[in-house]
Every structure is written in structure tokens, then in C-alpha cells.
């Protein structure tokens, strides 16, 4: 979900009954007011996190924010169909390149965020 704050916000927030909101993609943004006044804000993405947010649970958490269980496997078909040769669609192979890519950056994004090397 897409989210704005006037205030940066901490990339993991506590909500206090066993669920975080994984704050990501965090942008300043300067704005300028009616008045003439510029002001800062941020935008960035927001997901839910049941539980302690680990490395596994963010990354399929944002994940399932594009792509569900079964577009995956759709994606995953698709191409598999297309490498063996049942399917001539050259699309598949470009979709399925493009899924690896978001979560080869998803994956890159995640380890930043809760300082893994």
C-alpha cells in the first residue's frame, strides 16, 4: 500500500498487538504549500508483518503485493511452457524475466533494510 508521512517514518513500526508495518521504498519529497512554504514529506510503501519481521516473511510479504500464490505459479507455467516448446509465446519468457527481476530487487531491498550482507 502506498503511504505518506510528514515525518520519516522508522522502516519497522511496532504496532503492539503482534504486527509491524514494513515501511519500504522511502522517498523525500519536497513539496510546496499554498503559502509559499516548502515542506518535506515521504512517500513509501507499507505492508503488514505478522510476527517478528524476518527476512523470509518480508520478502514474501511484498512479494504478494504484485504477484499472489497463483500468479506465481501461473508465471512460473507459463514460462515452463514456453522453454519446452509447447507454447510459442515469447511474452511468457519476457513476464516471467520481468518477476525474477522484482524479486531479485525485493530480495536486495529486504537485506538493506534489516542490515544483511
Given at each position: 500500500m502506498k503511504?505518506?508521512?510528514n515525518v520519516r517514518p522508522?522502516?519497522?513500526q511496532d504496532l503492539g498487538n503482534?504486527?509491524?508495518h514494513y515501511n519500504y521504498n522511502i522517498i523525500e519529497v519536497e513539496n510546496t504549500d499554498e503559502d509559499g512554504q516548502k515542506r518535506t514529506s515521504y512517500n513509501f510503501d507499507?505492508?503488514?508483518i505478522w510476527g517478528i519481521p524476518t527476512y523470509e516473511k518480508c520478502v514474501k510479504t511484498v512479494i504478494a503485493t504484485l504477484y499472489d500464490y497463483?500468479?506465481?505459479i501461473a508465471l512460473i507455467n507459463k514460462y515452463q511452457a514456453f522453454a519446452?516448446?509447447?507454447d510459442k509465446d515469447i511474452a511468457a519468457r519476457d513476464e516471467y524475466l520481468q518477476y525474477l527481476q522484482y524479486v531479485r530487487s525485493v530480495k536486495q531491498q529486504?537485506?538493506?533494510d534489516l542490515n544483511i550482507d
Open positions: 503511504s505518506n508521512s522508522d522502516t519497522f503482534g504486527c509491524y507499507v505492508v503488514e497463483a500468479a506465481e519446452l516448446g509447447l529486504v537485506k538493506q
